[in-house]
């Protein structure tokens, strides 16, 4: 059965950079592209959701 | 599923003040799911702030929201529960703020017991002002004002709030952001003054100046520092050397406030 990829939205005009979500991704899913968070590894993403719940800036949304 | 932060806050107030890396955001994300579990009402909630970087986090808020002087947030917050007792009433602020600016209407609305929440976030230094020293800045630490290390012990803000009464008192830090909403919910639903302290970081003017290479290593050391308080019933104190406790770490049942002074005016009525 095929994996059901959850959704991960990235608001660049709230990003601030501040790589939290990328050293707190316990998958290496995120990745920061010049200023901003990015999704790298989207097959990776297990849903723990810590991207979302330690971004400081409201700018990340996690829909599984 | 994505928690809907949107409902609680501003329409257009996003992006926020706070510079990168500043836990002050991971906090308010707690206070907001806070509120949603403790399904407080927008209209029967009030968040009052004084003068900081963390008291510019009522004007984000989609609540009644208080947006006072330096250090007052205390005493305005306590008119607005006298007028309105039936009103949820959250105060916000930093360290600076509650300490040392407003300390004394702190300690004083700690020793009423007036049925509010204190959220304070400790970064250990005056953020917005430009980095000057707080009374909670460690011993030996820079700042702006204290360029060679600063002289002064640091204040407990926990063991400041059981000392002069407060009646539910719990420590969290910006690491552990499950735990923020947890306390701030039990927090709100006790009933007396409560004082939630959650350390955080101040990457721009704590980290830079104190050898901090980025708002990660500042996290992590959140993350080292922090013990719960049932861990640290194990431990001896050489292992609880340079640690803080975190989680619930005094609650109590005493008279409240506005309940007493309802009394007051009941008795001025010349009831007996």
């Not at chain 2, 830079?208 to 019933?233: D, G, H, Q, Y």
Request: some cysteine; proline content about 5%; hydrophobic content about 40%.
């Amino acid at each position: 059965m095929e994996k059901k990829l959850p959704t991960i939205e990235i608001i660049e005009k709230y990003c601030k950079g501040c790589h939290i979500c990328v050293e707190f991704c316990p998958t290496k899913v995120l990745e920061m592209q010049g200023f901003v968070a990015a999704v790298k590894n989207l097959e990776a993403c297990i849903k723990c959701m810590q991207c979302e719940l330690r971004c400081p800036d409201f700018a990340i949304k996690v829909t599984a | 599923m994505a928690f809907d932060y949107d409902k609680y806050l501003r329409p257009g107030k996003l992006p926020h003040i706070w510079c990168p890396g500043c836990g002050h955001g991971i906090v308010m994300k707690g206070l907001i799911r806070a509120i949603d579990a403790c399904g407080l009402e927008k209209n029967n909630t009030a968040i009052v702030s004084g003068i900081g970087c963390a008291s510019r986090l009522p004007g984000y808020m989609d609540f009644c929201t208080l947006h006072t002087a330096h250090g007052r947030a205390a005493a305005f917050a306590t008119g607005v529960k006298m007028a309105k007792p039936e009103m949820n009433v959250i105060l916000v602020g930093g360290d600076g703020d509650g300490t040392a600016i407003g300390g004394n209407h702190f300690i004083h609305a700690c020793r009423r017991n007036i049925d509010m929440t204190y959220l304070i976030m400790n970064n250990n230094i005056y953020g917005m002002t430009g980095g000057q020293f707080s009374p909670c800045t460690p011993t030996g630490a820079k700042a702006s004002t204290t360029p060679y290390g600063n002289p002064d012990p640091a204040f407990d803000i926990a063991k400041l709030a059981i000392g002069a009464g407060a009646t539910f008192v719990a420590r969290g830090t910006a690491y552990h952001a499950t735990q923020i909403d947890k306390l701030i919910a039990e927090a709100i639903q006790h009933k007396g003054f409560s004082v939630v302290e959650i350390l955080d970081d101040c990457p721009t003017t704590y980290g830079r100046r104190n050898k901090f290479k980025s708002v990660i290593e500042m996290m992590n050391r959140l993350k080292e520092i922090a013990v719960p308080v049932k861990a640290a019933e194990k431990m001896s104190p050489e292992q609880l050397e340079g640690k803080i406790l975190t989680g619930v770490l005094y609650k109590a049942e005493k008279p409240e406030y506005t309940g007493e002074y309802a009394k007051v005016i009941e008795r001025a009525k010349g009831a007996k």
